[in-house]
Nanobody
Framework: VQLQESGPGLVTPSQTLSLTCTVS??????????WTWLRQPPGKELEWMGA???????YYGRLFKGRTSISRDTPNNQFTLQLASVTPEDTAMYYC??????????????WGQGTQVTVSS
């Protein structure tokens, strides 16, 4: 499958960031796995934010619990990320991916190309 992120490139502090990942080349329900969001702030390591399974079960990284929500729109083959109360520290390249393990997405898994999000007033 192929994945493509979409969403605003610029978000105002305190707002909610919403990103969508569109899956093509196969249905989410047929492919299973963990539909995952990750990000990489400038100069920092990749951070695993959370994932959703086809069952609807969601999992969140420790740093993101409480202000992150991941949902899926199965008929449209999409899943979304919402990150509340953003600050400039949330500026990062955001990626969606399909992982086969919870908490990790490897180089041989399916990745989107990434979308840059800047939080600034």
């Amino acid at each position: 499958v192929q994945l493509q992120e979409s969403g605003p490139g610029l978000v105002t502090p305190s707002q909610t960031l919403s990103l969508t990942c569109t899956v093509s080349g196969g249905s989410m329900t047929a492919n299973g796995g963990y539909w995952t969001w990750l990000r990489q702030p400038p100069g920092k390591e990749l951070e695993w934010m959370g994932a959703i399974e086809n069952s609807g079960s969601t999992y969140y990284g420790r740093l993101f619990k409480g202000r992150t929500s991941i949902s899926r729109d199965t008929p449209n083959n999409q899943f979304t990320l919402q990150l509340a109360s953003v600050t400039p520290e949330d500026t990062a390249m955001y990626y969606c991916a399909r992982g086969t393990s919870l908490g990790y997405v490897g180089p041989n898994d399916s990745w989107g190309q990434g979308t840059q999000v800047t939080v600034s007033s």
